[in-house]
C-alpha cells in the first residue's frame, strides 16, 4: 500500500462518521464529509489545510486556491473567502486542519533564519502548494501517531513541528515567513484584524482602526482591502455573520439572539445582510449547513471559522 493509500485508510478509522473530529491535539481537527458542498462564504482561522482525499476549491482575491490530495492550503491571515467541495459517500472528503500554533511558528522562523532558509517574498494571506514526498510522509507518520494515543502524546508535537517545517521550508515559505513576520503594514493590518477579531460586537470605526494601525484612513482602506480583499466595514461584518451563524448552527440560538450576541441592534437589518452574505434566511442557512455536515444543535463539532 502506497504512502497516500495508507494515510486514507487511517484518516477513514479515525473519521467514522461526518463532521469535524476533535484529536488528542487541541489545535488538530479531521473533517470527514460524504457530500459535495457547492460554493459558499467561509472564514479560516491562520492554519494549515491538509485534504488527505477529495477536493476543495477557494475562491479570494480574483484568484482560485487548489487543495486536495495533491496540494495543501496555508491561511497567514483570518479572511473572508468562497469555498466548494467534491465527495460523496464512496470517497468522502477526508482533510486535517490545523489552527497555527505562533508560538511553534515563530520557534520555526527563528531557526530558519539562523540556516539560512527560504528567500524572503511578499507576504500573503494564503496559498496552496504542491505536496511532495517529504510532505506526503510527514503526514502519514503524523496520522499514524494520531491512532495512537501514547504515540501521539509523546510524539504529538515533535510531528506537527515536523509538518510546519515542510510548510515554512516549502516551495512558497518565503511567502508565509514574510506574513507572519507582521512586519511593515502587512504586519500593522494583521493586528488590526486581531482587533477586530477580540472585539467584533463593539463599535468599530474605520477611523479609530486605522489611527491604530498609525496609517491616514485612505492608505488603511488600500493596505486592508490588500490583505483581506474587502473594505473594513464589510470585513466587520463578514465577521459577525459568520459568528452568528455559528451561533445558530452550534448553540442553537434564534436569529434574534444571534444579532445581538454578535453587535447587531435591528434584527432586520441582520436579516438582510445575513441573506446578502451566504444567500438564504438565518433560519434556510442553519437548516442548509446541518444537512450538508449531519450536524444536530448543540454538537460538539468544531467548524474552521473565526473565533
Known sequence: MNVRDQTIALMRSLCPLEGYNLTALPDVRLLRSDRSLERTPVLYSPGIVIVCQGRKQGYFGGEIYRYDAQHYLAVAAPVPFTMETEASADEPLLAIYMQLDFRLAAELLARLEETGGPTSAPARSMFS???????????????????????????????????????????????????????????????????????????????????????????????????????????????????????????????????????????????????????????????????????????????????
Open 129 to 307: 502548494t504542491p505536496i511532495d514526498e517529504a510532505f506526503g510522509m510527514s503526514v502519514l507518520r503524523f496520522v499514524q501517531a494520531l491512532a495512537d494515543p501514547p504515540q501521539i502524546a509523546i510524539l504529538g508535537e515533535g510531528l506537527l513541528r515536523e509538518i510546519y517545517y515542510r510548510v515554512l521550508s516549502g516551495a512558497q515559505g518565503g511567502a508565509l515567513r514574510a506574513a507572519l513576520a507582521q512586519e511593515g503594514r502587512f504586519g500593522r493590518i494583521f493586528k488590526t484584524l486581531r482587533r477586530i477579531h477580540a472585539a467584533y460586537a463593539e463599535a468599530l470605526t474605520v477611523e479609530e482602526l486605522a489611527a491604530q494601525a498609525n496609517m491616514s484612513v485612505p492608505t488603511f482602506h488600500h493596505h486592508f482591502r490588500k490583505v483581506t480583499d474587502t473594505t473594513p466595514i464589510q470585513y466587520i461584518k463578514s465577521i459577525r455573520l459568520h459568528q452568528a451563524r455559528m451561533l445558530m448552527l452550534r448553540h442553537d440560538r434564534t436569529a434574534a439572539a444571534a444579532a445581538a450576541e454578535v453587535g447587531y441592534e435591528s434584527a432586520s437589518q441582520f436579516g438582510r445582510e445575513f441573506k446578502r452574505l451566504f444567500g438564504l434566511s438565518p433560519a434556510q442557512e442553519v437548516r442548509r449547513m446541518r444537512a450538508s455536515f449531519a450536524i444536530p444543535p448543540q454538537s460538539n463539532t468544531v467548524f474552521v471559522s473565526s473565533r
